[in-house]
């Protein structure tokens, strides 16, 4: 334990201080030592810095983390906004974009394909078979103009057939063209938050890494010049 009374010569200036009016080399942080040791690079840690010398090197290197600390976040700031300004996809609503594209045929081929996917094109048509059946097999009301084995009729299943297959073809090519455009949304949004992400990661690495270091090397700084002027109202109680 140093003596109060001890006199200590200051590296600075040379001048003589007492103990309490100053720290020795090796009471100091090591980041504040190594921005002292850049200009004394031969100093021990047996050697005596003054206060009003101290609070220079001290002042000195809180402007320096807050310079570096504001470059880093103007560089991460640039990054997001340079990432954000590149992609100029504008995301669009395609269900609302392919109905007012919508042509005059492209809605009845999809009206066709909507009836004829559901139960009421399947009942309604099982049920005309079975009528035109039995009144060409029966004679029921005097008539029987398509007799066994319904020639007609089965002319008319295959031009419904041959009608219909290309209309459904059709709507499945809408169908097609709204899933390729719905996948390119997909992929500009996963792309756009897959961006973001990394520079946000890259933020909160940055907090981790430098901005809480610092902040705690000025708490700790600030913590060692409170302790200097307690050393110096005791000093002076004395």
Known sequence: MTNRKEKHQCIVDHSIHATYDGMLINELSDILKGSIKKDFPKISDNQFICNSHLINYRVSMLNNIITNDTKNNARLNKRLTRV???????????????????????????????????WTFIISFVSVMIVWILINSFTIFGLKFDPFPYILLNLFLSMVAAIQAPLIMMSQNRSASYDRMESKNDYHVNLKSEQEIRLLHSKIDHLIQKDQPNNMEVQRMQIEMLSTIQKQLDNLKN
Not at 100 to 111: P, V, W, Y
Not at 113 to 118: I, K, L, Q, T
């Open 84 to 118: 954000l300004e590149k992609d100029d996809f504008q995301l669009i609503d395609v269900e609302k974009h392919l109905e007012d594209s919508l042509t005059f045929g492209q809605k009845i081929a999809d009206s066709v394909a909507r009836f004829g996917g559901s």
